[in-house]
């Protein structure tokens, strides 16, 4: 069995995940690792650049920070030591408004903002899995990005701790970040790569 199918059938913490040198990427999401896919196509890569270029000309100068993957981001069950979290990410795009999170590592604890751009092979885990992670570590606002359709799916959590029902954007239109007042993201622009 070669190391792809061990890595995916055993249990991981961040400790592991940290020592491999394997030059690939890597997901744990409660102990189970995910590959990463390949290379984002050009479509994806322009619609990542947009997004960081809006969204970083509205935050310049503001006390927050915009990350994108590859950036680790550790959601710990508890107050675990690093080297036993469970569960690292690496989110198309995040921003982090409590600043007290960062370290030379990444992110230790919830984003405020969750952007995940989908793939044909992301799609679903960013769908269920990611969907789920994201809610139960409380997340604020997560953005699913569709490419293909040209569309944004925006969910915020409400006051229950759970995702309502999505607000919906097409590329003819824009998005509000709802974190955020007075910023809101031109589609037309992103989606027109």
């Known amino acids: 069995m070669g190391p792809l199918a061990l890595k995916l059938e055993e249990t991981y913490t961040y400790g592991d995940y940290f020592r491999w040198d394997d030059g690939e990427r890597w997901e744990l999401i409660d102990g189970v690792a ?20 809006q969204l970083t000309a509205y935050l310049s100068g503001k006390p927050y920070e915009i990350y994108g993957a590859p ?16 569960t690292v990410v690496q989110p198309d795009r995040v921003i982090i408004c409590d600043l007290s999170k960062l370290d030379d590592r990444g992110c230790r604890g919830a984003p405020d903002l969750v952007i ?20 139960n570590r409380r997340v604020r606002e997560y953005w699913i990005v569709d ?5 944004v ?8 701790g759970r995702y309502g029902r999505p607000r919906m954007y097409g590329d003819e239109g824009t998005a509000p ?17």
């Open 34 to 53: 995910y590959s990463m896919s390949p290379a984002p196509a050009r479509r994806r890569q322009s619609i990542h650049r947009e997004l960081m270029f």
């Open 71 to 86: 950036f680790d981001v550790r959601l710990p069950d508890n107050n675990e030591a690093d080297e036993e979290v469970t």
């Open 116 to 135: 995940e751009i989908l793939s044909p092979s992301t799609s679903r885990k960013d769908m269920t899995v990611k969907f789920d992670l994201y809610e």
């Open 147 to 151: 490419p293909t359709g040209g569309t």
């Open 153 to 160: 799916m925006i969910f915020t959590l409400g006051g229950d």
């Open 177 to 193: 970040v709802g974190i955020f007042e007075h910023l809101v993201v031109d589609l037309k622009t992103v989606f027109m790569g």
